[in-house]
């Protein structure tokens, strides 16, 4: 089938348009409907693949690759339970299927279920010991429950064996807590020697390979490779830099107006939302938060951006130009909502942290619709923070970072909205600078707890003991680790980053030279 080869070749579009003629003539066709369910995946219309995955199975009721395709695609829609069952379905149809295991673990991670992560993905690789995917994926499991050393040891393995294996290097790097020594620098140039290599394998070895020569001290030749990956990464992307910069203008505008607040005053007392741009410490906040007996931490959850998103389809208008229509009973409804997306995270706890990128742009609606809620600014010095973002390659949701000037526009951003959020809710925004954190971290911890309503535990000053699920975040193996006060780097590379100063200094966001 012609519409098959071409999602086979990597060619979804044409595939599409091949498969839609195909399927005019045989609408009622499982096969083509499968396809073009593949098709539309990787064009990432994920509402189309599971339209197309839905359909097919109501002719294939027992196909476990389609409970796969659905299943996925429910969950790249926000309906995590509804793809889940999916997975675990295909799990019961194919136990023998090492895609079907890991496709359950990958659904299994964000919802906390660590140790069935870890059971699901060695599954996988009893069935495919090859399965590089599923070693990788354990890996970072391993990590994010605090098996720190098991997880460099089976990368190291992997990495004995596969030298060239991005993925693995990758996942050593993310792990912050390992130091690369000169073996491995000529080991990443031997693998970016492969011409063989993807545009997109070479740049993530270009991340590892600048992270290793830092790590010898080769700080030159590193800024050479960050500039070099990151401006490829760049041309990779699609962002609308002017549609964001007007976003957060419009909020600015929108919430200096009066704005209705939902009624019951003590909805959301359960919710601490934790706001800041990537590489800022918002892990280690959280970690040192759900350290507390009472605070359960939920890691990335999307749940407010969601609620968000769902009322913009509502009233067919864009985020935040229905703001001033909502009425006070709206934002109630949302509210309670929102609680009841997010209940599985009280189960055992009365509160829990909400840490998401976007929860800095939406913390306005979050206190709008959960008036008793506390949100924590999280933030690091500004050349610190832009310059960790530029360091690390994101898998998603920061396209922002591979530019430094746009790096910059970002984190301008960033700080003119959280101030006003501060100035706007000074009883329920809290202000935490990382640097004050690592000097003074009783001072601060008990102030953070204070503002949180939460008496003081000591096991918040212990928070590296803490035994709960990380995600698998950059900083999942560094909060596992006491505070350590020799994190920053931008020392290193001198007038490299001179253009970056200079746009801060201008923005008033650092001082300048004596």
Known sequence: ????????????????RTLTSALALAKDDAEITRWMGIAAQNLGDHAGAADCFQRALDALPDDADLHIGLGVALYRTGRENDGLAHLQRACELAPDSAAAWYNLAEGLWPLDHANAVVEALQRALAIDPSNVRARVGLARAQAGIGRIDAAVSDLRELLRRRPDCAEAWLALADLKTVVFDEQDVRSLERSLANRAFSPDMRI?????????LEDQGDYARAFDLLEHANAAQRKRVKRNAAGEHERVEAILRVFAEPVACAPDTELGHEVIFIASLPRSGSTLVEQILASHPEV???????????????ETRRRFSSFPLWVPDATAQDWQRLGREYLECTA?????????TDKNLLNWTLAGAALSMLPAARVVIVRRDPLETCLGCYRQWFDQGAEFSYDLDEMADMYIGFWRLTRFWLEKFPDRVFDLEY?????????????????CGLPFAPACLAFHRTERTVLSTPSAAQVRQPLRRDTARAHHYGDRLEPLRRRLRAAGLMHEPR
């Not at 993530?204 to 290793?212: D, Y």
């Not at 599985?344 to 829990?352: G, I, S, Y």
């Open 435 to 451: 640097e004050t954190l690592v000097a003074e971290p009783e001072t601060t911890i008990r102030r953070l707890l204070d503002f």
């Open 296 to 310: 359960e931490g939920a890691n990335e959850i999307k749940d407010v951006g969601r609620v968000v998103e769902s």
């Open 1 to 16: 089938m012609r519409g098959r080869k071409e999602v086979q070749s990597g060619d979804a579009e044409a595939a599409l």
């Open 344 to 352: 599985r995270w009280r189960e055992h706890k009365p509160r829990f």
């Open 204 to 212: 993530r070895f270009e991340f590892v390979l600048a992270h290793a």
